[in-house]
């Protein structure tokens, strides 16, 4: 499917609930939805907007299927370097076996059944966000010492591997260091997640400079079967996940635009309003303007 007619079959008015499947809903995050399919776990993206971890009253009208079609892309991408959730017969179980509409199954993902680590994996290649936020006040970024004199988004001499761990809902996740990361998911496994996270982004970020953007960062996630094999889970590589931002606009020393809900932030960010629920309603301009971003990082990768 090409990125043209994925755009074309998105959804007029953002869908910010799925109601009316026949299986259970298990959980509800703040984008995504899970069901029990049974034999798989169906996860549905919706339209939903969150900033300053608050769901936002207006969604992006077709961002759920941007999302999904996006880490479907990716996953396909990276198949070389670990195996993924997604079944071989995903389109046949969305399509035939579960006889999902066609906006659900552009925006669902059926997945095998997998036990989630208990922490996030992040890598970061250039020095932006909370990371410039911290090297500011002390050179360094989540305990890692940087080289002196580096400017806001330069690019790192070495991508690094900064953890968190995965807060329960409502609550912000925490960074943590290699040993306490080790901890919590035992040292072996840490091992292979962090060099498996490190490839992952190198291989994207070669395939985003391909398609004229810069990966800044990124953060994975991971489970484990029964047997203990390693899978890449959720979504992989999409705006939200990711920060990525236009290469031919690149330029240290000054935050670049990127292809994500900056324009929400920004908006939120000039109002009065103390960053907790209820959060305002957008105007228009936002909406459609984040749909822009979302959908012109779909086109430069899918073509």
Same mark, same amino acid.
């Given at each position: ?21 026949? $299986? ?11 069901? /029990?399919?049974? /034999? ?10 969150? !900033?300053?971890?608050? %769901?936002?009253? @207006? ?24 195996? *993924? ?40 290649? #250039? ?16 305990? %890692?010492?940087?080289?002196?004199? &580096? ?15 995965? !807060?329960?809902?409502?609550?912000? /996740? =925490?960074? %943590?260091?290699?040993?306490? =990361?080790?901890? %919590? ?30 990966? =800044? @960062? ?10 203990? *094999?390693? $899978? &890449? ?16 606009? #690149? ?8 292809? /994500? ?7 939120? &960010? ?34």
């Amino acid at each position: 499917m090409t990125s043209a007619d994925i755009a074309a079959a998105l959804p007029k008015t953002a869908v910010t609930s799925i109601e009316g499947l026949r $299986f259970p809903r298990i959980a509800s995050g703040k984008v995504r939805d899970i069901f /029990d399919a049974g /034999d798989a776990l169906l996860l549905v993206a919706t339209d939903r907007l969150s !900033a300053f971890d608050v %769901i936002l009253p @207006d969604g992006i009208p077709g961002k759920g299927a941007i999302l999904t079609q996006m880490s479907n892309w990716w996953f396909a991408q990276t198949g070389g370097l670990i195996s *993924n959730h997604l079944p071989p017969d995903q389109a046949a179980l969305l399509s035939e076996k579960y006889r999902l509409s066609r906006d659900l199954q552009l925006r669902s993902m059926a997945v095998k059944k997998l036990k989630p680590l208990a922490i996030e994996c992040v890598v970061r290649g #250039y020095l932006a966000g909370s990371g410039w936020s911290s090297y500011q006040k002390n050179g360094e970024v989540c305990g %890692i010492p940087l080289p002196a004199g &580096l400017r806001q988004a330069d690019r790192l001499p070495e991508p690094i591997f900064t953890p968190t761990t995965k !807060a329960p809902k409502g609550e912000h /996740d =925490a960074p %943590i260091n290699d040993a306490q =990361a080790a901890r %919590i998911v035992g040292a072996a496994l840490y091992e292979k997640v962090k060099s498996t996270s490190l490839a992952l982004y190198r291989l994207g970020h070669d395939r985003a400079r391909q398609a004229g953007m810069i990966l =800044a @960062d990124t953060k994975f996630e991971f489970g484990t079967d029964a047997a203990g *094999n390693l $899978f &890449l889970i959720d979504e992989v590589l999409t705006p939200d996940s990711s920060r990525y931002w236009p290469a031919d606009s #690149y330029e240290p020393g000054r935050s670049p635009p990127s292809y /994500d809900k900056q324009f929400v932030r920004d908006h939120l &960010l000039a109002l009065k309003w103390n960053q907790q629920p209820p959060a305002p309603k957008l105007p228009a301009d936002v909406i459609s303007r984040t749909q822009e971003k979302y959908l012109a990082a779909l086109k430069n990768l899918l073509g």
